[in-house]
């Protein structure tokens, strides 16, 4: 979100202000105080803002606000969701894990059970075990997202139990999980951003050539396009949804790993890609609703 911020800052000119964040502030205060700093434009990052960020739009009809990772019904004028199509690129994602594991055990470790996370995590489950009817796909949650510790015994956890392949949705918890997968010599995906260069420092870190992609929300070019929008006197409220089609989402290059995956893996996953977007693959599809339970009887 921020280098979209600093992209629109040099191509339109705007003046841009920060206003940081933890899980146990104030959100409310610290948009008052965005209010209060005279923009026009007021930007939350994040699902746990939801709340906060409508009753500001509400109480401040006269400043535009936008929130990154959130939704509704209805809005007020001068409120923007923009949301992502995780669950395209969470699929693509399984599509690819299915397809390189060698032990037919995968792994997801999430932050916590809700939508931004499952919107990823139950998609890259389907996406796997279409690709792989064999696959046995671990999904947990970590219950935090801020803990890399936790996330790298997770990790160790679930390789312990035959997973060759992790991929993490649980912000810096992830960065445990990426990097201990890595090192174990184990596949591994991250998620959001291209993780090759957040976490592993764009293969200055050991272990970067198992990380196979990142599972990719550009928020930074949704941010940018929502300033844009203000800019041009053409911001609307509602729902902006980033998907396969627009470019809002997608897998990021293979980098390192490339030359150890298939190319037809990675044609099948240009194929799916493809198929998603056409409307012929349908990401919330679970493999196992076309099982049949036929009765036995005993003799």
Not at 257 to 277: E, K, N, T
């Amino acid at each position: 979100a921020a280098a979209g911020l600093a992209q629109a800052e040099t191509d339109f000119g705007v003046v841009g202000t920060i206003y940081p964040t933890s899980p146990e502030d104030d959100y409310a205060t610290q948009l008052a105080a965005c209010v209060a700093g005279g923009n026009i434009l007021c930007i939350t990052v994040g699902y746990s803002m939801t709340d906060a960020t409508l009753a500001a739009a509400i109480a401040n009809p006269e400043v535009n606000f936008a929130i990154v990772d959130a939704s509704w019904e209805t809005y007020p004028d001068n409120l923007r969701g923009i949301t992502f199509n995780a669950a395209q690129v969470g699929y693509l994602a399984g599509t690819l894990a299915g397809l390189m594991s060698a032990s037919n055990v995968i792994g997801a470790i999430g932050g916590f059970p809700i939508p931004p996370v499952n919107d990823f995590m139950f998609p890259y489950q389907y996406g796997a075990q279409w690709a792989d009817p064999q696959v046995q796909v671990l999904l947990e949650y970590a219950y935090n997202f801020m803990d890399p510790d936790l996330g790298a015994q997770m990790a160790e956890d679930q390789i312990a139990r035959g997973a060759d392949v992790i991929f993490a949705v649980a912000g810096p918890t992830g960065l445990g999980v990426n990097i201990t997968t890595a090192q174990a010599g184990k596949w591994t995906i991250g998620v959001d951003v291209d993780v090759y260069y957040t976490f592993f420092g764009g293969g200055a870190v050991d272990g970067h050539e198992y990380l196979l992609t990142s599972a990719m929300k550009r928020v930074d070019m949704a941010v940018y396009h929502t300033i844009e929008d203000i800019v041009d006197a053409t911001f609307t409220s509602g729902t902006m949804v980033n998907d396969l089609a627009n470019e809002g989402v997608g897998l990021a290059p293979y980098h390192d790993a490339a030359a150890s995956i298939p190319q037809d893996v990675q044609d099948q996953v240009a194929a799916v890609a493809q198929s998603i977007m056409n409307g012929q693959t349908d990401v919330w599809e679970p493999l196992y609703k076309y099982n049949i339970a036929l009765p036995i009887t005993m003799k």
